[in-house]
């Protein structure tokens, strides 16, 4: 008896092209299946003969039919796996359960294309849209499901369109964290059999970045192949992964729904949230300079882009809730002489707010703090001292202890009877409600028309327990898009205030948010040491402009720890830049360390900004850095920080990647680092007078000596090209 399978009796195929990446699809009469997503083919292939190529052979014991990883893996079909869509009519005598899906038409766009799907006896029509960004080679996926039935239809699942994962890339990186550490990542062999990773808290959440890459074991930072995914959502959400007897390994991602919360009445569509696909054979840098070119192109709205990202300074970790006009004054004395060019008033303004226990939701200044409304210290940051005013807000939560909440007690998530559970002594709001919907609007509103706001911090500070609408349905799902349309129309009223995504620091970072914000507090944690790891895991899917990195306080609050100027200078210089501690208070000499770091910022934040970024690991474990290259290859720019002991008393050389090989190029330490060079006897080497010049090729394969670094000390490097 001949092997019989699917793949063998493909009769349709499509494709889609980048300048680096290509997708083809194949299918027979049903979903179609990603047949190939990896490194740009050649344009005169034969994609039908490459789909024939791909059939399969059936083992014994298994079905006559082989059912394809499509795009929404069907039990119907006889898929043996995770199914790519649960859903179940739920007052209909038709078995609605499980089903099959024909493909009827494709319709293209000039970047991509849509696979109209339908099961006429489920009465379920289905949507799978890719579209492929031409400069970046990432690809857009989503599906969306429309009930073309005349009664509900429950989804409990619905996976955004299912990745293929080529046997080869049996690694993944796992993207987990907490508060203070995201963006932790765990390099581990894909298992036998399904590995999920949840998110119930109702944001994107510090614990689980809806986000992976998959890789070969061979593969690092600068070789070998990879595919990253990346799904756009701020609410709750489920990955599966699953490798399966066949040989076959799928990805899905989607929204993680509550009971009753994928109800799809009749006539109406669900669609999934937009998955972000990239691969690359040469290396996670590349995957990353990917994504970021991505969201350069596609996903980052600028009111201004060709605005250089301002050099922040926050009062949060200068004075918390102590508000005072006259201490203001000087901190933005400090800030506007330190280089500071956006000065953002953190929590601590609004009325009866003394600490962290009262007053969220009552959004007019504290008539102690501020008799005269915000006025004055608006009035002298922008006049005065030339700076951007920023302000904190966080909309969605209200205090028990607050007049909103004394007025509408009935505004929050719950489920009554049961407990109002408190997150930072706060519950949130429920923006589901139009009432709500529409009193933060007027109220943020107003605060951006009576006070010239260029900038908004949006933080969200708690995670979200039993949250019921007024009705008590659960509502995380329609919470998350209420927060979008509010963002929209913020936007639409607001178009040049920039907003910031914070969630207790790095709760809330995903594409979707980053749509309509402008930049992501990272982490609420300044310790240089957990910086550099967690800006190090930040930088697979977002680039360095969206990285708020502030310099904290000398010891620094979440951690205990303390660290020298330099240091923390450094490890905040390669972000988005800002400065989060009493500047009132540091010696001069500090002072005069963090405005050279300001500056050097200043000088180098266009090509961090826009250019090619690479992290770097070395040989010590400890000894981790970031490397921009501009698009010409002239400039580059090196941070090595030396996280913990080092290995050997003289670090490793560094190999600089991404350069020209053709090229010669200086080579210049940035920064003087007094502690360091103690360590550095008889250092002679020219870099240290500025006159170490080397090619690209000797750069990149043999590297740059470093002087001794200390534990918790690093250097800044620059290279420029010297022959044309
Ligand atoms: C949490 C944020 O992440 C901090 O930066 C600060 O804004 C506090 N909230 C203020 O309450």
Request: proline residues 6%; glycine residues 8%.
């Amino acid at each position: 008896m001949s092997p019989k399978t699917s793949s063998e009796n493909i009769v349709h195929t499509h494709r889609l092209d980048a300048h680096n990446t290509t997708i083809l699809f194949g299918w027979v009469t049903g979903i179609p299946e990603i047949i190939y997503i990896g490194a740009r083919l050649d344009d005169g292939m034969d994609v039908e003969m490459f789909a024939r190529s791909r059939a399969r052979p059936l083992g014994h014991a298994t079905m006559d039919e082989h059912a394809p990883v499509s795009m929404q893996p069907e039990i119907g079909a006889g898929f043996m796996g995770h199914p790519g869509l649960v859903a179940n009519r739920v007052d209909s005598d038709k078995p609605g359960w499980a089903g099959i899906f024909e493909w009827v038409e494709t319709a293209e766009t000039d970047d991509g294309v849509t696979f109209i799907c339908r099961d006429d006896h489920r009465e379920l029509r289905l949507d799978i849209t890719v579209t492929l960004c031409r400069k970046s080679g990432v690809a857009v996926m989503k599906s969306r499901l429309t009930n073309e039935g005349a009664d509900d239809c429950m989804v409990d699942w619905m996976s955004a369109p299912v990745i293929p994962v080529p046997q080869h890339l049996s690694e993944y990186l796992h993207f987990h964290g907490r508060w203070t550490a995201e963006f932790a990542i765990d390099r581990r062999t894909v298992p036998m059999g399904l590995v999920k990773s949840e998110n119930r808290r109702g944001r994107t959440s510090h614990e689980a970045f809806p986000g992976t890459i998959m890789l070969a074991p061979t593969t690092d930072e600068e070789s070998g192949r990879c595919l990253g995914v990346h799904m756009g959502w701020s609410g709750n959400h489920r990955m599966v992964l699953e490798r399966m007897t066949t040989g076959e390994c799928q990805l899905q991602m989607g929204v993680l729904h509550f009971s009753r919360e994928g109800m799809l009445p009749a006539g109406r569509a669900l669609e999934t949230p937009e998955i972000h696909v990239a691969t690359s054979d040469v290396g996670l840098n590349d995957l990353s300079q990917r994504f970021h070119r991505h969201v350069r192109e596609n996903i980052l709205k600028l009111p201004d882009a060709k605005k250089p990202r301002p050099v922040t300074v926050n009062t949060w970790e200068a004075i918390y809730f102590d508000h005072n006009i006259d201490a203001l004054k000087e901190l933005a004395d400090a800030a506007a002489k330190v280089g500071g060019e956006r000065f953002v008033l953190d929590d601590g303004w609004f009325v009866g707010r003394n600490d962290d226990t009262t007053s969220l939701g009552d959004w007019t200044p504290d008539p102690q703090k501020y008799p005269d409304g915000l006025h004055p210290i608006v009035d002298y940051v922008v006049d005065e001292k030339g700076m951007e005013f920023g302000l904190w807000v966080e909309p969605e939560m209200v205090n028990p202890d607050s007049q909103l909440y004394r007025d509408h007690p009935d505004w929050v998530l719950a489920v009554d009877p049961y407990p109002r559970h408190l997150g930072r002594n706060q519950l949130v709001l429920d923006l589901t409600n139009p009432e709500v919907f529409e009193y933060l609007y007027t109220v943020i509103g107003d605060l951006l028309k009576t006070y010239r706001t260029a900038y908004l911090k949006w933080d969200m500070n708690r995670d979200l327990v039993l949250p019921g609408d007024r009705t008590g349905l659960p509502a995380v799902h329609r919470q998350t898009t209420a927060l979008y349309a509010l963002l929209d129309r913020l936007r639409e009223g607001f178009p040049n205030v920039e907003i910031e995504s914070c969630a207790s620091g790095g709760g809330r970072v995903d594409y979707e948010i980053l749509k309509r914000t402008h930049r992501f507090w990272t982490s609420d944690s300044n310790d240089a040491v957990e910086r550099t790891r967690i800006q190090h895991g930040f930088t697979h899917f977002l680039p360095p402009e969206v990285m708020g990195s502030h310099v904290g306080p000398a010891w620094c609050h979440t951690s205990g720890r303390g660290f020298h100027p330099d240091f923390r200078a450094l490890v905040a210089s390669y972000g988005h830049m800002g400065l989060e501690l009493d500047l009132r208070k540091v010696s001069d000499e500090e002072f005069a360390l963090f405005a050279a770091a300001v500056e050097r910022y200043k000088a180098d934040r266009d090509l961090w900004h826009s250019g090619d970024y690479h992290r770097i690991t070395t040989v010590d474990a400890d000894l981790l850095g970031a490397c921009v290259v501009d698009a010409e290859q002239r400039s580059a720019r090196i941070v090595m920080m030396q996280i913990d002991r080092p290995r050997s008393i003289v670090p490793p050389t560094i190999q600089v990647p991404g350069l020209n090989p053709n090229r010669r190029y200086k080579v210049e330490l940035q920064t003087e680092n007094k502690v360091a060079m103690h360590g550095s006897r008889k250092f002679r080497n020219r870099l240290m007078d500025g006159r170490l010049e080397l090619t690209g090729a000797v750069l990149m394969s043999a590297g740059v000596q470093l002087p001794v670094l200390y534990a918790q000390t690093g250097v800044a490097l620059a290279l420029e090209a010297i022959d044309d």
